[in-house]
């Protein structure tokens, strides 16, 4: 415990107390991967935005992007909900993970968007 910041978009440096953090233990509506941040000044709200990681490093905002029904009504090559589901696939097809993820990341993005994001989520991880 204690004090810490956080540098927002690289530029502001903000306190950050670990008790600043609430987990809620309860899904958010459309990804069981999803964080929502509250921004407040002078103890009012200013500022909300939710975002959900939906899979190969991919980040989405709420209400940007995609929808959940898009989500649903994608023909994914290999539908996954479980990670035993994901298993099964290697072992029927003697795929590998990324391999079957590639498949169906395209179902979502280009080739060339989905090599675009991957390059900025490298690029980000090698930044200091």
Known sequence: KGS??????GKRKVALAS????????FLSFHANGMTFRGFSNHKEVSTETFYSIGGGFVVQENQQLKKESLEKKNFPFPIERAKKLEEYCESTGKNISEIVWENELELRSEIEINTELK??????QAD
């Open 120 to 125: 900025r989520i490298w690029e980000n991880f």
């Open 19 to 26: 008790d600043d953090v609430k987990f809620n233990r309860e």
């Open 4 to 9: 810490e910041s956080v540098v927002l978009k």
